[in-house]
């Protein structure tokens, strides 16, 4: 692992309250999650599993995605199973509906929920698997550098806009194409979407309970619902920007 001045991290910290013959104890029950990155390039920097091996529904060719381009002779380990391992052990026992404070800290701000495991853990998934090293789910890397946990439909959609947005700029400015018409973008959304149905599959075979699946396909509704609501979210966007043009809501615009 690289030094620690060369990292960023972002810490998950899930406090459960803790249970005695079904009565409640003052000293709740932590379990953290440390996510480091590198710095410039926000990507996921794992330290090696001395514990116990990695296990098979973590390897390339379990499961492995329809969409997959990554050859099993070059890959073991699909990365975004290596990198979601400890994670889905830990959750792999755990109902989705139980009641959880999450507490998000970073070197600049801490953030924290009273939630529930499934919305926590959707936020930590949504987290590692662009920063994991797959292909396809990388396109959402950039997207991490202003990491927002239990973020809204709302605020998902302001963030991806603006990050594909920055992205065509950046090509034109090294004299690539650009595309400002945000076809790109739901192609992008489409592609994780076929991502993620695939690898519940994986999931299915590492939990023994709902949380982890639960987790994933809420996060999945995001990659769904994003893509069809771009236009009226931009509508209900555009008076920050160009305060004249504020639409009714009652307007076919908007409908």
């Not at 996921?44 to 499961?63: G, H, M």
């Not at 997959?68 to 792999?92: M, N």
């Not at 550098?145 to 990050?163: D, G, K, N």
């Not at 149905?197 to 996060?219: G, I, K, M, W, Y």
Request: glycine content about 2%; some cysteine.
């Amino acid at each position: 692992m690289p030094s620690i001045d060369k990292l960023d991290y972002i810490r998950y910290r899930f406090r459960f309250r803790s249970r005695s013959d079904q009565v409640e104890v003052e000293e709740p029950v932590e379990c953290n999650f440390t996510v480091f990155l590198e710095k410039d390039t926000h990507d996921l920097v794992q330290p090696v599993r001395e514990e116990e091996p990695i296990p098979e529904w973590a390897k390339l060719n379990f499961a492995k995605c329809g969409s997959c381009p990554l050859a099993d002779k070059d890959y073991k380990y699909c990365p975004t199973a290596r990198s979601l391992v400890d994670v889905v052990e830990f959750f792999a026992d755990l109902p989705s509906y139980e009641e959880v404070e999450v507490i998000v800290e970073t070197p600049k701000r801490i953030i924290s929920a009273q939630t529930t495991v499934q919305l926590g853990l959707r936020s930590l998934m949504g987290l590692l698997m662009p920063i994991s090293g797959c292909p396809i789910l990388m396109k959402l890397k950039p997207m991490t550098f202003t990491h927002l946990p239990f973020s809204s439909i709302e605020e998902t959609t302001y963030r991806a806009v603006s990050m594909y947005l920055l992205n065509q700029y950046f090509s034109h400015r090294f004299g690539g194409e650009a595309s400002f018409d945000l076809e790109g973008l739901r192609q992008i959304y489409k592609e994780l979407h076929d991502v993620n149905l695939d690898f519940l599959q994986r999931l299915r075979s590492a939990s023994r309970t709902d949380a982890n699946l639960n987790s994933l396909v809420s996060l999945d509704v995001f990659t769904i619902a994003i893509p069809r609501s771009i236009d009226n979210q931009l509508e209900k966007l555009m008076p920050l920007f160009m305060p004249d043009t504020a639409v009714d809501d009652d307007s076919e615009s908007c409908r």
